[in-house]
Nanobody
Framework: QVQLVESGGGLVQAGGSLRLSCAAS????????MGWFRQAPGKEREFVAA????????YYADSVQGRFTISRDNAKNTVYLQMNSLKPEDTAVYYC????????????????WGKGTLVTVSS
């Protein structure tokens, strides 16, 4: 069992930055691939970024490529999402999630989900 708790959301102006954190419980965190997803008001949840269990592999949605960076610290059981050059269209609830298989992240086929943190980008 893995429990995930996101933090770091808030209100930021367009062009600004935020860093989201996702703290995981359990001693097996380092064996899970992790992903960040988001859901904007009135829209379906979408994939944002993925990172393999070791951190060696990462992948991003086209909409955030070059602006967002996913990373993890397995010693701290935490995964991060650094978000730069934020745009109003990045406004959403951001969720972190864990999967035993890296390939499953791209299908949003995750084993565990956090409850999300709200990011609001004003124009």
């Amino acid at each position: 069992q893995v429990q995930l708790v996101e933090s770091g959301g808030g209100l930021v102006q367009a062009g600004g930055s935020l860093r989201l954190s996702c703290a995981a419980s359990g001693r097996t965190f380092s064996s899970y691939a992790m992903g960040w997803f988001r859901q904007a008001p009135g829209k379906e949840r979408e994939f944002v970024a993925a990172i393999s269990w070791s951190g060696a592999s990462t992948y991003y949605a086209d909409s955030v490529q070059g602006r967002f960076t996913i990373s993890r610290d397995n010693a701290k059981n935490t995964v991060y999402l650094q978000m730069n050059s934020l745009k109003p269209e990045d406004t959403a609830v951001y969720y972190c999630a864990a999967s035993q298989f890296y390939r499953n992240v791209f299908d949003s086929n995750m084993d565990y989900w956090g409850k999300g943190t709200l990011v609001t980008v004003s124009s």
